[in-house]
């Protein structure tokens, strides 16, 4: 038990930061491969997930609901470009 209370103590910064994550839709896969890369140790990395995942009962993939994007038309006119000589042609009248 205190070996316990111990661990979650050395990874409480990996447990926040999973959590605050998985909140913001990220998938726990993707958040494991990240800390690993970022250079914490896998031992680690696992533990802080299995506590997530044993704790809070977090799915290993969550799917994130995106929104439908509105659709709306936007009435642009678009002027018709003139080349530099009419340019020069229209400057000079």
Known sequence: ?????????SIKGLIDYLQKNLKKGYKLDELKWALISQGHSRVSVEKAV???T???GVQKTKKVETPNPEVFQMNVQVEEKKSFWQKIKDWLR
Do not use: G, T
């Open 1 to 9: 038990m205190i070996r316990e209370i111990r661990d979650i103590d």
């Open 54 to 56: 044993d704790m809070i």
């Open 50 to 52: 299995k506590y997530v």
